[in-house]
């Protein structure tokens, strides 16, 4: 598991989701697919494969396979843990390649507060948030409000015909999210929590809009020191409609609505832990990729285990099984997960095998969808689960410098090995679909399964911070996709990538800290059949940030510091006209009333 935490979120400056996973993780990249909705590539595997959870509650609504990223503002984010690999038996569905969940700060001070704004000159994009918390007594709320807005950007000329993309379009978004938790007692906690989110996409003749609602109530109960329960209930709406001189014309209809009840039991005796539980989900599914708009439902249920043994101080053995059903396809999933891991004397070595799947959705079950004339696309109800079987094995050591002046600090190096066999990969083949009464073939599209795709590469990370300030940070990743490749015409894997950070972080006197960085990220060209596609490139970033009286931080960044420019934009194309700048300020109100 990759640890990203709340300072790494502040110092990476990052203004999205998107952009704080790329700088912190060689091997993985965000680029658009068609209607420019955003598309993922991570170690050679789909945004499908790659489950999204904020505090560990899922995310409904998808378009070409991804869920909608907007949604994931960083706003009162405490860390963010990712999973490289399959990881279906302790996550579920859809842990095919990996996981990202991002978990929400809590505040223990009586209260926070805190307003800031940003704006970037590539795109006018200006992002206006804030944040306020407070404990009284029994009670905790955390509120967060995020607006953004963002004009058109034109990447390159009109008359550009071998550009997927000529120019961004702009929009706005709009995101507020709401955590109250109630003490009934020492032992019994509620836990309360509500969000709203719109994003509109400007088109020239049209609007589309996307808009989420989301609630949960969870109930914490510790029913002895060694005794731990949790029941949680979770609903997420995502609705989708395009508009026409503000007007709805209803032939872009989406909803998608999950209801999820989870059971969590955990017992700890002696060093070691066992937690069992299950999870029963709905999903409802209508749209327009639907013959007549029909809609669609399955339900799915699990039960699972987990095992963490620690027999020896320096041995630990984790041990999980879980069995998953749905309803739609008739389908069962068994996947489990051994882990191991020795540490002895500043080194860590860990194996690990884990098995992963994805049941087929119902899009993919049931889609009727003609594309503009251009062809139609069918689902199949015959569709088999996705499974994967992942092994890995890692050598860390982590130590100290010492006596060295300066450069006395502490440094970490991790070096890791993985194979990860894919079978039974759902995507779509094209064949010839015959008109009735015409004899005449259409070009068409169907979903089915194929086999045969295998993953495996090489991580390599060397991080070092001086207690003087000084830090420095190395990230590669070496990938090698074997028998079918996992290509698509919108993202395709690179063999190398990496990314770099050297920075001086210090607090120069009691009310002035500064945090000066040079970073960036380089990507090989991919290993693909497909024409259209980019050379190797590389982005450099200098970030500066300082903070005043421990309460004002005012951030300048300049993004692409050496001008580099795309040839021609593809859909996994850097989509950037060259060197941009941002500023951004944030104010913690709290920490500035103390001050004063």
Request: net charge negative; charged share 20%; proline share 2%.
């Amino acid at each position: 598991t990759r640890l990203i935490t709340a300072n790494d979120i502040k110092i990476a400056d990052a203004t999205n989701i998107q952009d704080l996973l790329t700088e912190q993780m060689p091997g993985l990249e965000f680029g658009y697919a068609m209607n420019q909705e955003t598309s993922l590539n991570m170690n050679g595997f789909g945004g499908n494969a790659v489950l999204f959870l904020v505090d560990g509650e899922r995310l409904a609504g998808e378009t070409m396979d991804n869920v909608d990223y907007s949604r994931l503002n960083l706003d009162n984010v405490g860390r963010i843990e990712i999973v490289k690999g399959a990881a279906s038996a302790l996550y579920g569905a859809n842990a095919v390649a990996g996981v990202v969940n991002i978990i929400s700060r809590e505040n223990s001070e009586p209260w926070t507060a805190n307003v800031n704004t940003r704006y970037n000159d590539f795109n006018k994009e200006w992002r206006h948030g804030g944040s306020f918390s407070f404990n009284a007594g029994k009670w905790n709320s955390q509120t967060s409000i995020q607006r953004t807005t963002s004009d058109e950007v034109q990447l390159t000329s009109p008359f550009d015909t071998e550009s997927n993309i000529l120019h961004i379009y702009g929009g706005e978004t709009f995101n507020v999210k709401e955590r109250l938790t109630y003490k009934l007692s020492d032992k019994v906690k509620l836990i309360g929590r509500g969000g709203y989110f719109n994003r509109i996409s400007k088109r020239s003749n049209y609007d589309d809009h996307y808009m989420d609602y989301s609630a949960g109530l969870k109930t914490v109960m510790n029913l002895s020191g060694n005794d731990n329960l949790e029941i949680s209930y979770g609903f997420d709406q995502y609705d989708k409609a395009r508009y026409v001189n503000d007007e709805r014309t209803h032939d872009h209809d989406y909803t998608n609505r999950q209801n999820t009840v989870r059971a969590l039991y955990s017992h700890i005796f002696g060093k070691n832990t066992l937690t069992v539980g299950a999870d029963f989900l709905n999903d409802y599914l209508t749209t327009y990729q639907f013959e007549d708009n029909e809609s669609k439902n399955q339900n799915s249920c699990d039960a699972f285990a987990q095992f963490d043994y620690n027999p020896l101080q320096w041995l630990n053995i984790v041990a999980s099984l879980r069995h998953d059903y749905f309803s739609a396809s008739s389908q069962h999933a068994t996947t489990g997960r051994l882990a191991l891991m020795t540490k002895w004397k500043g080194f860590s070595i860990r194996a690990n095998y884990a098995g992963g799947f994805r049941a087929p959705t119902l899009k993919e079950m049931y889609m009727n969808f003609d594309m503009a004339g251009m062809q139609m696309i069918y689902g199949n109800p015959d569709l088999k689960p996705e499974k994967s079987n992942n092994y890995n094995l890692a050598l860390e050591h982590t130590g100290r410098v010492k006596n060295a002046g300066f450069f006395t600090g502490q440094y970490s190096l991790t070096l890791m090995g993985y194979y990860n066999k894919y079978d039974k990969r759902i995507t779509t083949e094209d064949y010839a679909d015959y008109t009735p009464g015409t004899g005449q073939p259409d070009v068409a599209s169907r979903y089915c399964n194929e086999d045969g795709v295998e993953v495996s590469g090489i991580d390599f990370s060397a991080q070092y911070r001086s207690d003087m300030g000084l830090g420095v940070k190395l990230d590669y990743s070496y990938l090698h996709v074997g028998g079918r490749s996992v290509d698509s015409q919108f993202s395709q894997p690179r063999p190398h990538s990496a990314t770099w950070r050297l920075d001086y972080d210090r607090q120069l006197c009691s009310f002035y800290r500064i945090n000066a960085a040079l970073s960036g990220r380089y990507l090989s060209a991919p290993d693909t059949n497909i024409k259209k596609h980019d050379s190797s490139y590389q982005l450099w970033k200098f970030t500066l940030q300082q903070r005043f009286l421990d309460a004002v931080n005012l951030n300048f960044t300049v993004d692409n510091l050496f001008g580099y420019t795309p040839k021609n934009y593809y859909w996994s194309s850097a989509m950037t006209t060259g060197r941009t700048f941002s500023v951004g300020l944030s104010i913690d109100i709290d920490r500035f009333v103390k001050v004063f």
